[in-house]
């Protein structure tokens, strides 16, 4: 074969396609190159565009696929699909997949994967296509994934990965590292090992780096860290996250109530466990639900729904205090056109001190210690912001109406509603969390209608005192 | 002398006292413990009591001091004194703790430290400070922080740590341990090693795992990746961050514009980053900045402000519209008791909409590729709930005015809401990213714009033209 014919053969056009534009975001020449495959069903070509891909990249391509070219794409692929790239899709890509694929592949595909990724996989699933699964697979695997899936929901007995390196007490560093240059099933990752007594309670941990800096004849005791923070395998996720965070942790070890070591949690489990809480707290106030990009209708409709339901509630309230004033917009419409400002002012006002309270209750940086410090100080920003606006809002409205009486009553009207927006911001969160009720979830409807109430009522409220209208 | 006498000497009370308390706060009896040791200037006592805490509970315990005895406590522990901490702290925190300290006592805490812990401490100061501090350094050190300090606010560059471990390609694994083994100044933490050739150009990277997997004389060019997606030190630290995220990496690479190694990121620093976006998104949506626990009034009401002032002009926009309309509301009031019912139910749908499209954004799942599906979609969902919600509210409306024609003219203001509060939540933040504008700060405005106008105007124009009434 000549040198020319040989590199026309070694140079496939498609082995050059970037996976992922300047964005970041996937090329789209590469998703197209992807498709042409599937709809060939030309697997080498598959397997040469995508077997190498890392698990989120090959994540995002399957959110990016239609449904029908998801189950092909896995199907061609074969053994070249790498399974722990379902956990890095939606909820709703990796049901649909998991939906369309057989048990049994699936089983041989999480039987390859580390524990936490295949129970992240699995339990999504409704019981009977868990236990289905579970079934096909080797005892030991199913045992262990079995166990995990028994801890709760969000725990950290959920998230860890069974597969960890345990050493004795009485072992030397040169053991421990001959020891892994030996072992089989060995996590993909790791960054630390543990020492156990021979109960498996756990005494210590080692960073790897310390082993590295350590002569072979030292024993792993006398460098091992004992500070035991483990993680205890019924903990919330979010506290664990939480700890991880606050102490630059990598990884730590999960115990059970025995104090036994079952498992380890490392960081990038971790990672997304932060990024949702914090955006489980901005979606919470909004009132959106974990609904995903890739969730059908009816199940978005349905979980707005019930919050416009509730904030319905809300506006009713407020209407029924307009309502209270009925004669008195009839006896002056200028009232009418104004209200809603005096409500909007409170609403925005409130929102931003109940996103800041919200924020500082889950970051425990709002505490029963400085709650004082922080009510004097929303009291005084109220009534500053508060005293700026009414003179703004007073003087459009004296402007606007010709009648200075007016623009006093909505400046009285906003102090006063800008007040009850502070302090309804921060003691509503305070007050929820201590009722053990999130505070991102119910704060928003409460200082909404205190601040449409108050509003409504102090404007129309002094308005007709002020003006001697009929109320 | 008697054990039991030996006893009482050996167990001071205070040693006992935990640091944190069950919800893991800091414990009440540890603060007034320190606090007590603090106004007795009991140097042996504090020492005691904090010497060996984790910075990150000395940068809480910082934060609930008073201001004074932050200085003193500082002072007291001396060398003990842990200068990490101050990066677990709040930035106001830490920049008047920074003022209480003289410049040298600080340059000697700064010199102990990794280079992107002292970055981190030094980057909010003013220059002259800065300058001030650098000078009392070390000519290595201050040389080191300089270069890293020139690279722009929030990139990598000012994120990275400079000390790390890079070897030559043609090293064995073995070498490599013996290094680790005799160097001195290694970085505090680490998790890979770096392969450079000798102009410091990045080859490949071995994590510390692999190492110990491997046998001794092994080349370290045999194990390591090549999979080079190094961090550029000018990239942006939220690009950063969410690579980090998407492919689960503990530690990144950082080269220079000539892919030369310079330093190293840290997933511990990243997830702070990670932290701090999702949150930005939350506080902007809510027109909150950046704004901490213990800023001061001025600063948060001025912050606070500009958000009020803009939504004042979103509110007065609804009034004049209402206005259009006085000689309608005067004829039937019941109009003004309800119309803010409409305008409400459209703020909180098109809230619903906007806040998932701008994660959709932030994280990227929201894209060309789907924007016609989520569209249909959010068309299909505000349709859904809009005439479900009109449904409720009509019949609300017509039996409480006894009028079976407000339910529907209310019914119909509410489903053209609902569908215009669909469209401009996800369509204003996908504009406003086109054009570079950061759709979580801007796009709410926007959104309660368009949904106050067009409830006002669709309800109070539907009411006059069914009943007739003048406009």
């Known amino acids: 074969m000549s040198e020319a014919a040989e590199l026309e ?20 020449a590469f998703i197209e190159a992807i498709e042409a495959a599937i709809a060939d069903e030309d697997q080498p070509k598959l397997s040469e565009l995508a077997a190498n891909l890392h698990e989120a990249d090959t994540g995002d391509l399957l959110e990016t696929l239609d449904a029908e070219e998801r189950a092909a794409f896995i199907r061609l ?63 030991a695997d199913r045992a262990q994934l079995k166990k995990a899936l028994d801890y709760p929901e969000e725990s950290a007995g959920r998230r860890m990965q069974s597969e960890f390196i345990a050493v004795a007490p009485f072992w030397t560093v040169g053991q421990t590292i001959d020891y892994m240059r030996e072992a089989r099933d060995l996590p993909d990752d790791f960054y630390e090992i543990y020492v156990v007594d021979p109960t498996f309670k756990l005494l210590g941990s080692v960073h790897l780096d310390k082993i590295l800096r350590t002569k072979r004849d030292r024993k792993v005791t006398s460098i091992m860290s004992e500070r035991l923070d483990a993680v205890e395998a019924t903990e919330d ?20 109530e025995n104090d036994r070591l079952v498992g380890v949690l490392t960081v990038d489990d971790i990672v997304d466990v932060i990024q949702e809480e914090a955006e489980e707290d901005l979606r919470a106030l909004a009132g959106v639900g974990d609904e995903e990009i890739s969730d059908s209708v009816m199940t978005i409709a349905r979980s707005r729904f019930v919050w416009l339901v509730v904030n319905l509630g809300t506006a009713v309230l407020a209407s029924v205090v307009i309502a209270l004033f009925d004669e008195t917009i009839e006896a002056m419409v ?25 924020r500082g209750i889950a970051t425990q940086e709002l505490s029963a210690r400085n709650m ?16 700026a606006l009414a003179f703004l809002i007073g003087i459009t409205a004296w402007i606007w109406f010709q009648s200075p009486g007016l623009g006093v009553v909505i400046g009285a009207a906003i102090i006063i509603n800008m007040l009850f927006a502070g302090l309804s911001g921060l003691l509503i969160p305070i007050i929820l ?20 109430v108050v509003g409504f009522f102090a404007f129309l409220g002094i308005a007709a005192l002020w003006f001697g209208l009929p109320f």
Do not use: C, H
């Open 334 to 358: 200028a009232l009418a056109v104004l209200m809603p400002i005096v409500a909007s002012m409170g609403g925005n006002a409130g929102t931003q001190t109940m996103t800041v309270a919200v």
């Open 237 to 256: 996720q979010e506290e664990v996250a939480r700890r991880f965070e606050r102490y630059n942790l990598v990884s730590s070890a999960v115990v059970d």
């Open 9 to 28: 053969i070694m140079a496939p056009e498609a082995a050059a396609i970037p996976v992922r534009d300047e964005d970041e975001r996937l090329n789209r």
């Open 433 to 452: 969390d201590k009722f053990n009720v999130d505070p991102a979830i119910a704060s928003s409807v409460f200082v909404t209608t205190v601040t449409d």
């Open 372 to 387: 004082v410090r922080v009510l004097n100080r929303e009291v005084l920003v109220s009534m500053l912001n508060g005293v």
């Open 77 to 139: 692929l074969g053994n070249d699909f790498d399974y722990t790239a379902l956990t890095e899709t939606d909820e709703a890509v990796r049901l649909q997949v998991l939906e369309d694929l057989p048990n049994e592949v699936i089983a041989e595909g999480l039987g390859d994967l580390d524990s936490d990724d295949a129970v992240y996989i699995l339990e999504d699933l409704d019981e009977e296509d868990q236990a289905a699964i579970l079934e096909e697979l080797p005892y």
